[in-house]
């Protein structure tokens, strides 16, 4: 069952869906680490891949960028598609000297001023929470594979780019106490909420607001394999 986004037929991606933001990123996944891999989508060029990471199936597909987009991807998963569990694997900026380029987040709640739950299901909170079971899993994870995965209080920003009146990222962390940002994981939280699933939000460090240090964009799908691998070992414990 095809959807306006998605031509892939119904069975076609496993229970538990590894979803980047970047469909390169998608392709490297599924290129790098997954087996009898089979393209399951294409349209709009958000790549979609399933295959299987040590013997069990795993599906992995981009998003595209902000709430909007994930959004539709993921409900679609959620509702059509039969996928029980959503692991955002994306790329965040630091807002603390706590959390420096290339470490590996675990996101604890994500904050946003968006309306995206407001108007999709009636939810007026600000904060919204990762599925408790699958963070339990990846905490363990990644205690076993040696990586040093910080959990922390993530903010899912509309704006990329601001104003210089609006006071800038300084500004922004004092009022929403967060620890570090990026566009996608408070309305992935709300469908799986909405629709009874799964999913919790991944993240690599590409540049901090505190140093100015950043990862030049070619390099990133590349520079995040001890994220993705943290990602394919929870999915397959699920």
Known sequence: MATPHNEANKGDFAKTVLMPGDPLRAKFVADNFLEDVKCVNTVRNCLGFTGTYKGVPVSVMASGMGMPSIGIYSYELFAFYD??????????????????????????SAFSE??????????????????????????????????????????????????????????????????????????????????????????????????SEEIPAEERQKSFTEMMKLALETAIAL
């Open 83 to 108: 996928v029980e569990n959503i692991i955002r694997i994306g790329s965040a900026g630091s807002y603390t000297d706590k959390l420096n380029v290339l470490d590996v987040v675990i996101s604890e």
């Open 114 to 211: 968006s309306t995206f739950a407001k108007f999709t299901n009636g939810v007026e909170e600000k904060t919204l929470y990762p599925s408790k079971k699958i963070n339990d899993i990846a905490i363990a994870k990644a205690k076993e594979l040696g990586i040093n995965a910080k959990v922390a209080k993530v903010h899912s920003s509309d704006q990329f780019y601001t104003a210089p009146e609006m006071g800038g990222w300084k500004a922004v962390k004092e009022r929403c106490g967060c620890d570090c940002v990026e566009m996608e994981s408070f309305a992935l939280f709300n469908n799986a909420n909405m629709l009874g699933k799964n999913a919790t939000c991944m993240l690599t460090i590409s540049d901090s607001f505190v140093t």
